[in-house]
């Protein structure tokens, strides 16, 4: 299948933007960083979590610790896969008992990734809130799953790919749409 | 790139890029042995028959609390409960296995090519957990790891493999896959142990410890197998373990950054000093751990995805 490039929703600035934002409405939610983590869902999620780190600690003074979550051997589609996926590992630095986690993704769309990493999530320990924040939310849920925090609300068609490219893995920040040629 | 095959039967067939894989994902693995629930459902809902002809501690136990340890039903045979004992052959014994729909059947036999003879029987996927003198890859694999973790890296680094080369199928497997990672290795032991034409496999053959130990990044001991000597080998295990046990002061002649290795269990005092397998070098523990990482890795990315069509 040839994708084509339909549309560009966010550049640089754009994902800086929404990101600066995110981190404000964490630390306006949670009163401050106190108990305060941030676990990203690999790969840009983990990227994403730092970068929304640096921000907590560019406005509050106060290092958040980072986690990532690879959710591969939660997913519910393990066995419809031709071969295995590549599993990366899950490193958690800090005990996830008693805090607030936020999740950081980069896309949500039918909730099932979400669903694993509360799983995964779940079998490291007991937080006390667990909350979610995406770059974008593309919407077609499957299960009954919310962001608290989105960079951006994106309709789409199911048939169209949303796909976010960050510097650290793609060397550029921009979001773009793509669907199918022909 | 991922593991293309239903089963997992010797190291001299893999591709290094597949032995890369399955390292990469048991190091991966290796972070829920250190949680507090030690259980992810990857594997839920799948059944391993852990089928073990021929005594076996470490090898059983560590393939069932990989298989536990990702939410597979994992189902015991042994030899002395099950039918062979009343005169059932392997073939009959499996095929009633497979019609209980198992997803993967561990195999340990003393006869080398029984889990070929398997593979190409039964539609599930099928792992060698070590055949007569022919192979025991997921030992080379659990060594390859533990190695790997220590030095970082695998290629360029030195090997010698010590004592029972003849009867040892962790030898084989090892040769193999050291040498597929780009490793040098150099078997040593009495003559009458090491076979001949060994040097096919791109290995060096030495018959003094002291003068093979001297340079290598790794010394793996192998246990004398006396239960598969049908002649005299040795003189005497005195003298065995005067020539080719590791002892203090023959370990004094080795580089200060070796690993000695044993694949268990180890003939205390006679490969090996208690000394030597309890001392600073040893990762002999650390194999036993890996171990279950690795058969994690192996059950994942045999059975993670779509059984392959027959």
Redesign the interface.
């Known amino acids: 299948m040839t994708l084509r490039e339909k549309a560009q929703v966010l550049d640089e600035p754009g994902i800086d933007r929404a990101l600066t934002r995110i981190a404000h409405e964490i630390l306006e939610r949670a009163g401050g960083t106190d108990g305060l983590a941030l676990v990203g869902i690999r790969t840009r999620g983990v990227s994403l979590a730092r970068r929304i780190a640096e921000r907590l600690q560019t406005i509050e003074g106060t290092k958040v610790p980072v986690g990532a979550l690879?959710i591969?051997?939660?997913r519910d589609d393990?066995?419809?896969?031709?071969?295995?996926?590549?599993?990366?590992?899950?490193?958690i630095p800090f005990a996830v008992g008693g805090r607030t986690i936020v999740l950081v993704d980069d896309v949500l769309y039918t909730g099932r990734t979400i669903r694993a990493a509360l799983?995964?999530i779940m079998?490291?320990?007991r937080p006390r809130l667990i909350q979610l924040a995406v770059l974008i939310d593309r919407g077609h849920r499957e299960l009954p799953i919310r962001p608290d925090y989105v960079g951006k609300n994106l309709p789409t068609a199911r048939r169209e790919i949303v796909q976010v490219r960050l510097r650290e893995h793609d060397g550029q920040d921009r979001v773009v749409i793509q669907e199918p040629e022909g | 790139m991922g593991l293309k095959r239903k089963d997992l039967l010797e190291i001299r067939s893999l591709e290094p890029a597949e032995i890369q894989t399955i390292l990469d994902t048991a190091a991966s693995m290796k972070e829920i042995a250190s949680r507090e629930i030690k259980k992810v459902p990857a594997l839920r809902g799948k059944t391993v028959v852990n089928l073990f002809l021929e005594p076996s501690t470490r090898t059983r136990t560590s393939f069932e609390i990989a298989g536990k340890w990702l939410s597979a039903d994992v189902i015991n045979v042994s030899g002395s409960s099950s039918s062979v004992v009343k005169g059932e052959t392997l073939m009959d014994t499996a095929k009633n296995i497979e019609a209980m729909s198992p997803d993967c059947v561990v195999i340990r036999h003393s006869a080398s090519g029984a889990p070929h003879m398997l593979a190409r029987a039964l539609k599930c996927s099928i792992i060698n957990a070590g055949d007569g003198m022919h192979e025991h890859p997921t030992q080379a694999l659990l060594d390859l790891l533990t190695i790997r973790e220590k030095r970082g890296h695998l290629e360029g680094l030195s090997v010698a493999i010590v004592g029972d080369i003849a009867h040892s199928r962790v030898a084989r497997s090892n040769i193999a896959g050291m040498r597929k990672m780009g490793m040098s290795v150099t078997v040593a032991g009495p003559p009458t142990l090491i076979p001949p034409g060994i040097e096919e496999l791109g290995v060096k053959v030495a018959y003094r410890l002291e003068d093979t130990i001297r340079d290598v990044d790794v010394i793996m001991m192998l246990r004398l197998q006396q239960e598969r000597m049908t002649a005299n080998y040795i003189p005497s295990l005195r003298e065995y373990s005067r020539l080719y046990g590791l002892s203090l002061e023959k370990l004094a002649g080795a580089r200060d950054d070796v690993l000695i290795m044993h694949p268990g269990p180890v003939n205390r005092g006679i490969e090996m000093a208690p000394e030597v397998a309890d001392g600073p070098y040893s990762v002999i523990l650390e194999q036993v751990a890996n171990g279950v990482a690795v058969r994690m890795a192996l059950l994942y990315l045999l059975l993670g995805g779509k059984p392959a069509e027959a």
């Open positions: 690879d591969t051997l939660y393990l066995g419809l896969k031709a071969e295995a996926p590549v599993l990366r590992a899950t490193e799983d995964a079998d490291l320990g």
